[in-house]
């Protein structure tokens, strides 16, 4: 195996070095996590084996975890193992919840550590296996995003997706029901990896296959979706989805969640209303009913459709994003910012807060009545 190794102890290094080179492997040492990211950029590793202090910070550990998340959101599939001392047990728990694969302890013993990067060996075939269904999952998730849809007098809209280090099943869609009526769609199925990615893209191609119905009736629409979403998957994978339609021309918004986190529409008045759930997730039932509710947006009115991604970010330490900090998130967006960037200003948010590779997909759609209508 090619191993990189981190620590700032030259006398580490070389001792581990040399316990790796007479169990036939080919250590490369670096000194600072600096030099371990220029490292991995330069060529692949197939382990990395890192000590969590370094020169600037000998106890905490925070060193160490900021370089685990950025060798991870380099290559999410690359194990790495972390070093600690004994009295670090707790932040060595914290480096696996990031993604770390195995921990030592200082002073270490020689058969434990080779043992443990002979495991990691092992598993080092299926990890390329997983990584090559992963790219295939991101490849599909990727093409069913929007690439186009029509431009609208009364208002703007746009959407992003932070695909999840294992892919989840997030999809959101932008359908041409009609000159001056848009179709806004978010859905999440319950499936993960290509799984979900094949859930997802069976979604779409049943909202795509049935969109003369939407064009009529949106309650149809969703039932004849339901239907074939429902025979066409196993019994135990459902999806929730938030769908909308918006007239241009009276800036009604008609919608339909079923079973979808509340989407927030914020008045410009202050007031903030939850778009609450009005059906079940589809899949579940061949025989589903939803309820259709609708409301009017004023000019400068903002209308949010998120996953759960968004709220259940950081969810893995102890502490969720959450709808309050969303809604901070959204409220200092730039003033007369456009939709694009407000979405990447909450985006960035999520992240700052939740760092590294995320658990499920971050999705958010935003729809923003405008002050005037355009000519």
Same mark, same amino acid.
């Given at each position: 195996?090619?191993?990189?190794?981190?620590?700032?102890?030259?006398?580490?290094?070389?001792?581990?070095?040399?316990?790796?080179?007479?169990?036939?492997? +080919?250590?490369?040492?670096?000194?600072?996590?600096?030099?371990?990211?220029?490292?991995?950029? +330069?060529?692949?590793?197939?382990?990395?084996?890192?000590?969590?202090?370094?020169?600037?910070?000998?106890?905490?550990?925070?060193?160490?975890?900021?370089?685990?998340?950025?060798?991870?959101?380099?290559?999410?599939?690359?194990?790495?193992?972390?070093?600690?001392?004994?009295?670090?047990?707790?932040?060595?728990?914290?480096?696996?919840?990031?993604?770390?694969?195995?921990?030592?302890?200082?002073?270490?013993? +020689?058969?434990?550590l080779l043992a443990t990067i002979e495991k990691q060996a092992s598993f080092s075939k299926s990890r390329k296996v997983a990584k090559s269904e992963l790219e295939i999952a991101r490849h599909v998730q990727q093409r069913l995003l929007p690439q186009h849809a029509q431009t609208l007098k009364t208002a703007t809209y746009g959407g992003r997706c932070v695909p999840a280090r294992a892919i989840g099943g997030d999809y959101y869609d932008f359908l041409d029901l009609n000159p001056g009526r848009l179709g806004i769609l978010l859905a999440d199925v319950s499936g993960k990896g290509v799984a979900g990615a094949l859930?997802?893209? +069976?979604?779409?191609?049943?909202?795509?296959?049935?969109?003369?119905?939407?064009?009529?009736?949106?309650?149809?629409?969703?039932?004849?979706?339901?239907?074939?979403? %429902? &025979?066409?998957?196993?019994?135990?994978?459902?999806?929730?989805?938030?769908?909308?339609?918006?007239?241009?021309?009276?800036?009604?918004?008609?919608?339909?969640?079923?079973?979808?986190?509340?989407?927030?529409?914020?008045?410009?008045?202050?007031?903030?209303? %939850?778009?609450?759930?009005?059906?079940?997730?589809?899949?579940?039932?061949?025989?589903?009913?939803?309820?259709?509710?609708?409301?009017?947006?004023?000019?400068?009115?903002?209308?949010?459709?998120?996953?759960?991604?968004?709220?259940?970010?950081?969810?893995?330490?102890?502490? &969720?994003?959450?709808?309050?900090?969303?809604?901070?998130?959204?409220?200092?967006?730039?003033?007369?910012?456009?939709?694009?960037?407000?979405?990447?200003?909450?985006?960035?948010?999520?992240?700052?807060?939740?760092?590294?590779?995320?658990?499920?997909?971050?999705?958010?759609?935003?729809? %923003?009545?405008?002050?005037?209508?355009?000519?």
């Open positions: 195996m090619r191993i990189l190794v981190s620590d700032d102890q030259p006398d580490v290094l070389e001792a581990i070095r040399l316990l790796l080179k007479g169990a036939g492997h +080919n250590a490369e040492i670096v000194e600072s996590p600096r030099a371990a990211l220029a490292a991995v950029e +330069n060529s692949p590793f197939d382990l990395v084996l890192m000590d969590m202090n370094y020169s600037r910070d000998t106890t905490s550990g925070d060193e160490g975890l900021t370089l685990l998340d950025r060798l991870l959101a380099r290559d999410s599939t690359v194990p790495v193992v972390v070093m600690t001392a004994w009295s670090s047990v707790d932040l060595a728990v914290e480096a696996m919840r990031r993604g770390a694969v195995d921990f030592i302890q200082k002073p270490w013993d +020689n058969t434990r859930l997802t893209a +069976n979604l779409q191609a049943s909202f795509r296959s049935q969109l003369d119905l939407g064009v009529r009736n949106p309650r149809a629409l969703l039932t004849s979706v339901n239907k074939l979403f %429902h &025979e066409s998957t196993p019994a135990e994978y459902f999806a929730t989805m938030f769908f909308a339609e918006y007239r241009d021309q009276t800036r009604e918004l008609r919608y339909i969640n079923c079973g979808h986190p509340a989407a927030l529409l914020l008045r410009t008045d202050g007031a903030t209303e %939850h778009l609450e759930a009005t059906a079940l997730p589809i899949g579940i039932f061949g025989g589903w009913k939803c309820e259709e509710k609708s409301v009017v947006l004023r000019p400068g009115d903002l209308a949010f459709i998120f996953s759960d991604g968004v709220l259940e970010a950081g969810v893995e330490r102890g502490e &969720e994003f959450g709808e309050t900090r969303l809604m901070e998130a959204i409220r200092s967006a730039p003033a007369e910012s456009s939709v694009d960037v407000t979405l990447a200003h909450i985006v960035d948010e999520v992240l700052r807060f939740s760092p590294g590779a995320q658990s499920d997909d971050v999705t958010l759609v935003a729809l %923003h009545a405008s002050t005037s209508s355009s000519s």
